[in-house]
Every structure is written in C-alpha cells, then in structure tokens.
C-alpha cells in the first residue's frame, strides 16, 4: 500500500536516520531521500511535508549540496535543521556566513512569540546545538520565532507559516522538548495524518506476500539473529511450509548456538534444515590470515553450501532476505565511501540461481523489526539478541583459524555473556564479545611459569553499529570476569579490556 510520506532530504548528516525514525515514531511515515533527488520524484511522492537534514557543509562554499528550487513550490511545509535552515535562507535570499562564536553542545534557547511549531513548550527551555555558520539576514518575510545566545536566529518561520528553520537539532535526546517540537511539525504545521501502525503493518506485508508467492516455495538462509528469524516468522505467516529456512552451521558459531537457535526456530513452528558444514569451512580456512581473505572464503562457501542445499527443494522461486532500510540508504546513499571490510551475505545468489527477492523490511529500522516481531509472538530472548557477524568467530580469532583456539575462544566468550546476563548487563549494552589474540604471554599460575594465549574482550554502547563507544563497567565486574576465564580456560593467563571507540576503531577487531 503506498503512504504519504513526510520526506526527509539528506545533506549528508549523521542523524538523517534518526530524523526518520522519529518521525514515524510519532505515528507518521517517512522515507529519505538523497538531497539531488528530482522534483519530479519528490512530487510524486506527495509528501505531507518535507524535512531538510543537516549535513558537513556550508551554503555559500562553492558545490555545496543544494536542492532544486523547485521544491519551494511544492506547497507543503518545509522544516530546515541546521544546515537545512541555512539551505532555506540561502535559496530564499537572506544571507549565512561563519560565526565568530561557534556553537557546540548545549544551549539555552528563548522564545521569543507564540508559534505552532513551539505550543505548549515552556519559554526557555535546553537543545544541542552543532554549528559553525550562523544567519545574518533573514530572507525577506522571514521572522525569527526563538533566539539562544549564539544564534539570533534559532527558529525561525516565514510569514505564511510554511517554511521553518531550526538552527539545533530536535532529533537528538539532549534537546528538550525535541519530539514535541518534531509533533509539532507533523501535526500543527504538515497536518499529517497517522498512518504508520506496526499492527496494520503486519497485516498488510502478510497478505501481500502471500499473493505475490502463490503456489511457488521461498527460501530463507536463517542465522538466528532478529532480522532472518522475524522476516522468517512473518512469511511463515504467509506461506505457511512453504517456506523452507535452511540453517547453515558453518563450525564458527558460539558455544551452545546451533543447539539453542535449532531450539529457537523449531519453537516458532519454522520448517527447518540444518547443515552441518563445519569441516567444509575449516577447511577452507586452513593457513589464511589476512581479515579480508577469510570473510571472501567464508561468504564464497556459505553461497556454494546453500545453493547445493537449496536445489533439493523443489519448486523455489523466492529467496528471502532480512534487508534492512539502513542497508538500502546507505547503498543508494552515500556515493563513493570507502569500503573498510567486506560484508558476507548470500548476495551473489539471486541471479545465480535465477530468485526473485522477497524483502519484507527493506523500509524498516531495526527497532520496527523488534516490535514486529513482537506482534508475532516472537520471544524476548531472540529480539534482543546482540547482532553476530556472518563470518562468526572467525574474525574473532585474529590471524588463522584453528580448531583449538574456537575451543578456547568459545568457552571465554561463554563466561563473558554468562556474566552479563547474570549482572544484567546484557540489554544495557549493544554487543558484547571476547576475541583472542595470536600472540602468548608469560603468567605465574602456582608458582608455575606460564606461557598462553591472551583474551581481549569487547563491549560497546551504540545505537546502529556505525558508531560505537566502549562501555564502562565497573571494575569489580571486569575483575571477576577476568578472574573467572583464566581459572576456567585452559590455554588462557592473560586477559585485557578494549577501551578504543569507533571510530577510529571499529567493533570487530577484523
Ligand atoms: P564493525 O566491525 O565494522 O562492525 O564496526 C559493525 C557491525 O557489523 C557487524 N559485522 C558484520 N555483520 N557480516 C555481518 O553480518 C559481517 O561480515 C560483519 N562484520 C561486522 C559487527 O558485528 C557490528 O555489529
């Protein structure tokens, strides 16, 4: 079913998603679109309003990002943020330049007169401010709304009431009253209506699978984690058995997973093939080092596995896959990044194996596949689970990969996730994991020289994966964690806390 959207126009900030998400937090769709986007599309869409993102530049630099003018005449109300604003007053005649007196962090900000886009919010009230350009001249018809020490200009509208500027941004948690201002927007300003609500949701993309599949079967490549395991309920829904889930163990799992995802899926009533390709894998593995070498072997082998499990079942025509909307952004989005490591997924095998693509949340964010999942009854356990790589231990075994050292790793990671569960520390962070190191060291275990290997362990705080920070336990924790994997692990004397964030780190230490 198509939905009026309220679109969000990406100038290439950090907090585009969020902007998004918010927005249908609040009840209404939102799709982004790429600041060069054609009027035509844009107007095709029919938005109830538009939101210009912030982004790096500066409007009066030469190539800054700049969108058609045209949009001005869509007749819908345009919200600047930040950069946004400035797009507004540049395109529309009044004047940015750099402030003497940057911006950063919190401000205070003062109202200054009654506004739709400011009712019912107190008249002085905290936002977070990221900005090193500010307004000089208004365009003509434009009045400023709201000031803060630095910004003479923090909101500002034009007389219609249909253009708005926010030189903060609402988005973020450190604004106060930011969702209100944002439902403010939406409802006051846009007059949007409502129509984004997970239980109608559910019910539209269950009946539209099932007409789009008809008699023909789907395939899904389960890992266990939230995304594969709810696309797979929910088309389960739709098809019944004719869904075929195939679960690849490919020997570089947790310790207990393939058992507890087996457990899990068979719960959830999903007909389910379990293929035991360890030796395949290790194998492969044998005498390669370098991170990248192993991710192409490990994603090459998962395709041939799969695609020699899939042939068995008679009658495929579909391939399902968890995309998420961040996926789809990112790939369409942002031109030219460079690739830091390389993904594994199951992309090569639609054309290979001629599939069509079923992807029921190519249009949502993560938090909207947990609260469907949720409707479908799937448990707690599964939708909270931390997100696990492809490619598995493997990249948590720095340097090649050997049957031992899983053993070892294993079993460290095992005390680590134990002792997060127990001290709930578990759903605080986002992942949490040991990594082992191919160096030894020396220790003294009963006045016996040592000579072992090193654990390293990691947890982050993060909201997406795209930035991270460490997280910060108290150290009684870390020293029973510690405590505990060197007297348990054989093999192990040593074991040390990541404390790098990403960046300039990145989670996975491969
Ligand atoms: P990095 O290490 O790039 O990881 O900071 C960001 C997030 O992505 C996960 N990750 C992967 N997930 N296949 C996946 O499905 C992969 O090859 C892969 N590599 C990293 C990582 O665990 C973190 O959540």
Request: some cysteine; overall charge neutral; proline content about 5%.
């Amino acid at each position: 079913m198509r939905r009026r959207p309220v679109l969000v126009v990406n100038f290439g900030s950090q907090y585009v998603q969020l902007i998004a998400r918010r927005v249908r937090e609040l009840g209404v769709y939102s799709e982004i679109v790429h600041w060069d986007e054609s009027f035509e599309v844009i107007r095709e869409k029919d938005p109830f309003g538009v939101i210009f993102s912030g982004g790096p530049a500066s409007v009066y630099q030469k190539g800054a990002p700049l969108p058609d003018k045209r949009i001005y005449t869509l007749g819908v109300p345009i919200l600047g943020i930040c950069y946004g604003l400035q797009v507004i007053v540049h395109q529309m005649g009044g004047k940015v330049e750099r402030a003497e007196k940057q911006e950063y962090g919190r401000a205070r900000l003062r109202v200054l007169r009654e506004d739709p886009l400011l009712e019912g919010l107190p008249r002085e009230f905290d936002v977070w401010m990221s900005h090193a350009d500010k307004i000089s001249v208004l365009p003509e018809g434009f009045t400023t709304v709201a000031v803060s020490e630095n910004s003479p200009h923090a909101v500002v509208r034009d007389e219609s009431g249909i253009f708005y500027g926010l030189q903060f941004h609402p988005e973020v948690v450190h604004t106060s009253f930011g969702k209100e201002i944002l439902a403010n927007f939406l409802f006051r300003v846009c007059r949007a209506e409502r129509n984004w609500e997970m239980g109608d949701l559910v019910q539209e993309k269950i009946e539209e699978i099932r007409e789009r599949v008809g008699d023909s079967s789907v395939i899904a490549a389960l890992s266990g984690g939230v995304d594969s395991t709810v696309a797979s309920v929910l088309v389960h829904r739709a098809v019944g058995d004719k869904l075929h889930c195939i679960f690849i163990d490919h020997g570089l799992l947790r310790l207990g997973e393939r058992e507890e995802v087996e457990r899990n899926l068979r719960s959830l009533g999903l007909r389910l093939r379990v293929v035991d390709a360890g030796r395949e894998f290790l194998k492969r593995l044998k005498g390669v080092e370098d991170p990248e070498e192993k991710r192409r072997i490990i994603g090459n082998t998962f395709i041939e596995v799969f695609e020699r499990e899939a042939v068995k079942i008679p009658g495929v025509r579909f391939l399902l896959q968890g995309t998420l909307y961040p996926d789809v952004v990112e790939s369409a989005g942002i031109k030219g990044s460079a690739k830091i490591k390389t993904h594994h997924n199951v992309g090569g095998l639609p054309e290979k194996m001629n599939l069509e693509l079923i992807e029921p949340f190519r249009d949502l964010f993560k938090d909207e596949v947990r609260e469907i999942g949720r409707i479908l009854g799937v448990p707690e356990e599964i939708l909270k689970r931390h997100p696990f790589p492809g490619p598995g231990l493997a990249i948590r075994i720095i340097g090649e990969v050997k049957e031992e050292d899983l053993e070892i790793l294993r079993r460290a990671d095992h005390i680590f996730i134990e002792e997060l569960k127990k001290n709930g520390y578990y759903d605080r962070v986002w992942q949490a994991f040991a990594v082992l190191l191919p160096i030894r060291t020396v220790g003294v275990m009963g006045d016996v020289r040592t000579y072992e290997k090193v654990i390293a362990l990691r947890a982050v705080e993060s909201t997406d994966g795209m930035t991270a920070d460490w997280f910060r336990f108290p150290y009684d924790f870390l020293d029973h964690v510690v405590r505990r994997i060197v007297n348990e692990v054989k093999g192990v004397n040593r074991v040390v806390y990541d404390i790098s964030s990403k960046p300039p780190s990145t989670i996975e230490w491969e």
